[in-house]
C-alpha cells in the first residue's frame, strides 16, 4: 500500500512539474504578448535614461510589444537594482545594468549582487579618463603623474561623489601607480568639471564625454584614457596601457532581467537588442549625447560583469571600503 501511494504521489508530482513546464514553455513562446517595462536605476536625463530611452524608441521595429521606461531612484542605484532582481522572471520587466551591480553588494549597501541578473546585452560603456585645465603645466600624463609623486596629496582629483565608479578610478590609478592624490567628491560629474574649469582642483577622472565639449572649446586637456583602446574622437590620447599601467576602468550600460527568466525569453531579448542596438537611430543618438556605443552580447557582457565584480571586490577591499 504504502509503495502504490508513493508511485501515486511520484506521478501526481511530475504531472504538477510537467504541467508547470509546459505552461512556462507556452508563455515563452507567446512573448512578448504585452507592453515591456524598462526599469531605470537613476532619474530622468541622465546618462543611463537618456541610452535607455533611446533603446526603448529603436526596438520598436525589433518588438512586437513596446518598451516604457521607468524611472526607480534611490541608493545610489540599489533601489531600482533591487526591482528588477526581485521581479517575476517572465520577461515583462526589465532593467538598464550599470557597473554600479558589481560595486554596490561590496559596500554593504544592497542586498543583490551580480549573480541576481542575466544579462542581455551591453548597449553602452565609457571609460575614465585623467583630464586637466589647460592653464595648467602639464601636458603629458608622464609630467602630471612625475608631479603627483613629487608632491603626495597635493594633487586634488574631483570624482562625483565617494565610493562612485569615478572615484574608485582615481583610487586605482593610485593603488596601482603607488602615488598619493587628495580625492575631492562632488555631487557628480559635472560639479566636478566646474571646479577643474575653475582651478579649484587640479584633475578630474570622469569619462571622456562629460569633458569632450570643454576640451574642444580648448579649456580642458585629457592627458590619458583608462580603457583597452584609445578613444576614437580623442586619437592623440594614450591609454594607461600605453604608458605602461595596466589599468582599465569602465562604467557601462546594459540591460538585464532576473537570474530565472526562461531561456526562450532570454533568447528572444537578446536576439531583438542585438537588431536594436545596430539600429542607425540608436547609434545616431548615442553619438549625439557624446556616448560611446560599446555593444556586447549577453555572454560577453556577462563575462565583463564578473570580471568586474572581482575587480571591484578586491580594490574596496584594499581601500577598507568593502563590508
Given amino acids: 500500500m504504502t509503495c502504490l501511494l508513493s508511485v501515486s504521489g511520484t506521478a501526481a508530482a511530475v504531472a504538477v512539474v510537467s504541467a508547470g513546464l509546459m505552461t512556462s514553455g507556452a508563455l515563452a513562446a507567446d512573448y512578448p504578448a504585452k507592453p515591456i517595462e524598462l526599469v531605470v536605476p537613476y532619474a530622468a536625463g541622465g546618462g543611463t535614461d537618456l541610452v535607455a530611452r533611446a533603446f526603448a524608441d529603436a526596438a520598436k521595429k525589433h518588438l512586437p510589444q513596446s518598451i516604457g521606461v521607468v524611472n526607480k531612484t534611490g541608493g545610489a542605484g540599489a533601489v531600482g537594482f533591487s526591482e528588477i532582481m526581485a521581479a517575476r522572471p517572465d520577461g515583462y520587466k526589465l532593467g538598464v545594468g550599470t557597473v554600479e551591480i558589481a560595486?554596490?553588494?561590496?559596500?554593504?549597501?544592497?542586498?543583490?549582487?551580480?549573480?541576481?541578473?542575466?544579462?542581455?546585452?551591453?548597449?553602452?560603456?565609457?571609460?575614465?579618463?585623467?583630464?586637466?585645465?589647460?592653464?595648467s603645466p602639464w601636458k603629458t600624463f608622464d609630467e602630471f603623474l612625475a608631479y603627483a609623486k613629487a608632491n603626495p596629496g597635493k594633487v586634488r582629483i574631483g570624482n562625483s561623489g565617494t565610493g562612485a565608479i569615478w572615484h574608485l578610478a582615481a583610487e586605482a590609478l593610485a593603488e596601482k601607480t603607488?602615488?598619493?592624490?587628495?580625492?575631492?567628491?562632488?555631487?557628480?560629474?559635472?560639479?566636478?568639471?566646474?571646479?577643474?574649469?575653475?582651478?579649484?582642483?587640479?584633475?578630474?577622472?570622469?569619462?571622456?564625454?562629460?569633458?569632450?565639449?570643454?576640451?574642444?572649446?580648448?579649456?580642458?586637456?585629457?592627458?590619458?584614457?583608462?580603457?583597452?583602446?584609445?578613444?576614437?574622437?580623442?586619437?592623440?590620447?594614450?591609454?594607461?596601457?600605453?604608458k605602461g599601467i595596466d589599468l582599465t576602468v569602465y562604467t557601462w550600460r546594459g540591460i538585464v532581467v532576473p537570474k530565472k527568466t526562461p531561456a526562450a525569453v532570454v533568447d528572444t531579448l537578446r536576439t531583438a537588442a542585438k537588431a536594436t542596438a545596430e539600429e542607425p537611430s540608436f547609434r545616431e543618438s548615442l553619438a549625439k549625447m557624446n556616448l560611446t556605443y560599446a555593444y556586447a552580447d549577453g555572454p560577453e557582457f556577462g563575462a565583463a560583469m564578473q570580471k568586474d565584480n572581482a575587480f571591484f571586490k578586491a580594490l574596496m577591499t584594499k581601500l577598507g571600503m568593502a563590508k
Fill in 103 to 135: 560595486m554596490l553588494p561590496h559596500m554593504g549597501i544592497a542586498r543583490f549582487s551580480v549573480d541576481d541578473f542575466t544579462p542581455i546585452a551591453r548597449l553602452n560603456a565609457e571609460p575614465s579618463a585623467v583630464t586637466v585645465n589647460v592653464d
Fill in 178 to 242: 603607488g602615488t598619493q592624490f587628495n580625492h575631492i567628491p562632488y555631487d557628480g560629474a559635472n560639479p566636478a568639471v566646474t571646479a577643474l574649469l575653475g582651478n579649484h582642483i587640479e584633475a578630474v577622472t570622469v569619462s571622456p564625454a562629460e569633458v569632450v565639449n570643454h576640451v574642444n572649446a580648448g579649456k580642458l586637456r585629457i592627458l590619458a584614457v583608462m580603457a583597452d583602446q584609445r578613444a576614437a574622437a580623442f586619437p592623440d590620447v594614450p591609454t594607461l596601457k600605453d
